[in-house]
């Protein structure tokens, strides 16, 4: 427990920041955890119940100092997606989707820890991250404009959703309902102009949870959350939940897992950097796990690191885990004591509450900085985007991991390469206008790990060179550092099939870098290798001036066998 080793050794001097922070934290985190509740399309309740222990379950397991657990806009969108068709419109059943989902989530994160997989928050690239959270803030965007003008959608897709929604407004909005959204949007705008440090959320929600008091919403045909229960979920509703449906979740909750994971990691990271100190990625994703299981066991569920509230946790100087703990208080007290005043929240008001949170998340902007950096990427994120759009989260999510890995697969089974010469220091770069080849000499450096899949297109492209080089190649240096990595059978015999090419054209083959590493792997596999057209030396440098040292005995013999 991380988080417990730091609140044992506690600085009373950082406990007004931590309070500070800790009340900050809360107040954006109780208007939001009910939305997107709303969102998952559970009980407003389990809003609560996601955040109060998850939260108290980070901060003693987790390594971070600063990151806020607690419900997020993707994973929310997405466990929707997962549990809608499952449900058949039935809420309990629904429910208990969910919290087998976060359960399960949770399980498949603590065994991800065990075998040390903290790796995996590099699966899911940036473009990719960035293409997802555009995409599903979009259909966030749309899904709830229907709850913010008093109607329901009859299509369930983004697209269909998109082409229906003139029409819908015209014909279906609710006058009411609009003006009170457009209220609540107003208030959110202003408070973030004028006042940008202010929990905006939590004061719309108030404001017009008062009003909606005050004024009896409910008599314009406004819709509200009702009667909120801190019972939750009945235990004996479970003795009808049908088991079997339990297998049409193991598959998307492992993806969620990867989702949350990976979006609560960038987050970690960002904000250990900037306050100078490491995470440890395995012990994420214990904590990570450990918070999930919490938040099914409490009739909650899935939670990730938040990048919004663990922003308004750094913007107020929270120091320590300690933040975490004061928030789940105060969030508990709230629970406790004021549960009736919330089931007069409007529900357009948390529409609006998530259409402005999904549009903060909107980045369309990075999407399109990348098509000058690296178009691979631009593409994978804007096919990722529309992917999302199109054919729906959990499939749009699906492609574009697969995407990813075929792109990574094309960069190991034909990377770049580069030929290499010296600069009039005698440094070796990669050849361009102050960087010329040596005289009958190729340098060659192939930028992957050689496998038995890329060793055919190694060789291929070796021979290719040296065949169409404009002047004779009677030395072929190998960078071996990147290309040799680990002793692949494929790949020594293929080195081998490659000297006895080597030969024909009357070529040496020169190995620098990784020499005593490659003698074992050869005397290992029992391959003798041609001695006369392979060299094997410890670097680049010394490879060249080997060469130049042979170079000027041949050239000493010619001459004295001349004279």
């Not at 450990?290 to 922003?311: D, E, M």
């Not at 409007?346 to 690296?374: A, E, H, M, T």
């Not at 529309?386 to 499939?395: N, S, T």
Request: charged share 15%; aromatic share 8%; glycine share 8%.
């Amino acid at each position: 427990m991380p988080g417990l080793g730091s609140l044992f050794s506690y600085e009373r001097k950082n406990l007004s920041y931590d309070m500070k922070a800790g009340l900050s934290v809360a107040a954006v985190a109780l208007p939001v955890s009910i939305a997107y509740a709303e969102l998952t399309g559970v009980g407003a309740i389990a809003g609560l119940y996601s955040t109060i222990l998850p939260l108290i379950a980070y901060a003693l397991f987790g390594s971070s100092r600063q990151l806020i657990i607690g419900p997020d806009t993707a994973t929310c969108a997405v466990i929707a997606a997962v549990v809608t068709p499952l449900a058949f419109g039935d809420p309990v059943l629904r429910w208990q989707l969910v919290i087998i989902m976060t359960l399960m989530i949770g399980g498949w994160c603590i065994l991800a820890s065990r075998l040390h997989l903290g790796a995996l928050a590099d699966l899911l690239s940036r473009p990719i991250l960035i293409g997802l959270l555009n995409g599903i803030s979009f259909t966030i965007i749309i899904d709830q404009i229907g709850k913010a003008s008093g109607f329901k959608f009859e299509a369930s897709g983004f697209i269909e959703r998109l082409i229906e929604l003139p029409m819908m407004m015209i014909t279906s909005a609710h006058v009411n309902t609009v003006l009170v959204s457009l209220a609540t949007l107003v208030i959110l705008i202003v408070i973030k102009k004028f006042k940008s440090r202010w929990p905006a959320p939590l004061i719309a929600v108030v404001i017009m949870t008062f009003c909606s008091w005050l004024i009896n919403f409910e008599s314009y045909d406004i819709s509200i959350i009702g009667h909120i229960t801190s019972e939750g979920l009945p235990l004996s509703s479970w003795n009808s939940f049908e088991i079997g449906l339990s297998r049409e979740l193991v598959v998307p909750s492992i993806n969620i897992a990867v989702i949350c994971f990976v979006s609560m990691m960038i987050t970690a990271r960002s904000f250990a950097a900037k306050n100078n100190y490491d995470i440890d990625a395995n012990v994420e994703f214990r904590a990570l796990g450990i918070a999930n299981i919490v938040a099914g066991l409490s009739q909650g569920f899935v939670v990730s690191g938040t990048s919004s509230r663990t922003a308004v946790n750094d913007a107020n100087g929270g120091k320590t885990q300690l933040v975490s703990i004061i928030a789940a208080v105060i969030i508990g007290i709230v629970v406790i004591f004021l549960l009736s005043p919330l089931q007069f929240i409007p529900v357009c008001v948390l529409g609006i509450v998530l259409i402005y949170s999904s549009w903060s998340l909107i980045d369309l902007k990075s999407i399109f900085q990348l098509r000058n950096r690296n178009r691979d990427a631009f593409y994978l994120s804007l096919v990722t985007l529309l992917a999302v759009l199109i054919i729906g989260i959990i499939p749009g999510m699906g492609l574009a991991v697969l995407l990813g890995l075929l792109l990574f697969l094309r960069t190991v089974f034909r990377p770049s390469e580069q030929l290499l010469g010296v600069d009039g220091a005698g440094l070796i770069h990669t050849i361009k206008m102050d960087v010329n080849p040596i005289p009958n000499v190729m340098i060659y450096r192939f930028n992957s790990p050689l496998t038995y899949f890329n060793i055919a297109y190694f060789k291929r492209r070796v021979l290719t060179l040296i065949d169409e080089s404009p002047t004779p190649i009677k030395w072929v240096i190998v960078d071996a550092v990147p290309s040799f990595t680990y002793p692949d059978v494929s790949v020594l015999s293929g080195v081998e099939e490659l000297i006895r090419a080597f030969k024909v054209r009357d070529a040496v083959l020169v190995l620098a870098g990784r020499k005593g590493t490659l003698e074992r792997w050869f005397s290992d596999m029992h391959i003798d290798l041609d001695k006369n057209h392979l060299e094997l030396v410890s670097d680049l440098y010394l490879a060249v001036r080997m060469i130049q040292s042979k170079d000027q005995m041949d050239d000493g013999s010619g001459s004295s066998s001349s004279s």
